[in-house]
């Protein structure tokens, strides 16, 4: 498995325009994080699984914790 490339000065919009389009591109905290894009198998294997949680979106209850970690009814 290929790790994120992360690079430690302010990331810019310039930045993401420099790269290959091989690559998947996010500004985390003013980080550029890097990494390849998926293909072929991983892709299509991405893409199913999509498919089977967004059908069953219906049967999964909503979260109880929000992001902050206060529980919510």
């Not at 992360?6 to 993401?16: K, R, V």
């Not at 994080?33 to 293909?39: D, Y």
Request: net charge negative; no cysteine.
């Amino acid at each position: 498995m290929v790790e994120p490339q992360i690079n430690e000065s302010a990331a810019t919009y310039q930045d993401i325009l420099d790269l290959s389009e091989t690559l998947a591109v996010e500004i985390i905290n003013g980080r550029l994080v890097t990494h390849p894009r998926l293909t072929g198998k991983a892709l299509f294997a991405k893409e199913k699984l999509v498919g089977v949680l967004a059908s069953h979106v219906g049967h999964i209850a909503p979260a109880q914790t929000r992001i902050d970690g206060e529980q919510h009814t």
